[in-house]
Structures are given as C-alpha cells and as structure tokens.
C-alpha cells in the first residue's frame, strides 16, 4: 500500500477557497479525492488518471455537485495531487480523504471509493455561511 499525507483544509465562509495536498510515498497512477459527513456515506469528488496514452498526460473526472468549481491536478512528480476548492459552499463541508490506486479501473471514473486501496488521515473542511 501507498502512504498518503494530506494537508490543508480549514474552516472559512462560503464563496471562498481552499486548496487540499495529498502526496504519495510513491507514484500511483490514479489518485482522488472522497468526502465524508456524518450522515452521509463516502461520496467521491474528483479522480485524477495519469498515463502516457492520454492526451495532456491526464484524465480527470468530478462529481456533479463540484464540476466547475473544484479542479484536481498532480504535481511533475506526479507524487502529489491537488484540490483546488473554489466558490465554497456549506454543502462541501465534510472530512476530506485523498485516495491513491495503482491502475485504472471503471471504478475512478465513476468516483466510487471501491477502485481505491490506499487513503489518506483525512482534513476537515468546514464551509460557513
């Protein structure tokens, strides 16, 4: 399994942003992130897949709920992944996890956390209003 190290996050008001960074103890080909609330189960909200076939080096995918607010981008190393979080509303509040798997699967495409095998501690995000 890969290590992962998660920082940012915080707390501030709606409309505002913040970045998340995850890096990996080593290079995983598909990488992501989850967010979780106390009612709610783990929904995915942005997967990143890097390989050499893919124009620009990168596919990436996003929830509905997120999808032209939140962009998900990888460093050279491509050891650590981004999440830029823009125009922040309360319902992005949660407990944010990065999420590294080894291939691609159907299962990143999708969001779901099952195409996942190693995660992150896990960094609130608290959005008020």
């Known amino acids: 399994l890969v290590e992962l190290a998660q920082s940012g996050g915080g707390s501030v008001q709606t409309g505002r942003s913040l970045r998340l960074s995850c890096t990996a103890s080593r290079y995983s080909k598909a990488m992501g992130w989850f967010r979780q609330t106390q009612d709610k189960e783990r929904e995915g909200v942005a997967t990143?897949?890097?390989?050499?076939?893919?124009?620009?080096?990168?596919?990436?995918f996003y929830s509905d709920s997120v999808k032209d607010r939140f962009t998900i981008s990888r460093d050279d190393t491509g050891n650590t992944v981004y999440l830029q979080m823009n125009s922040l509303k309360p319902e992005d509040t949660g407990m944010y996890y990065c999420a590294a798997s080894p291939f691609y699967t159907d299962f990143v495409r999708f969001l779901n956390a099952r195409g996942f095998f190693s995660w992150g501690q896990g960094t609130q995000v608290t959005v008020s209003s």
């Open positions: 990143i897949y890097s390989d050499t076939y893919i124009p620009g080096g990168s596919d990436t």
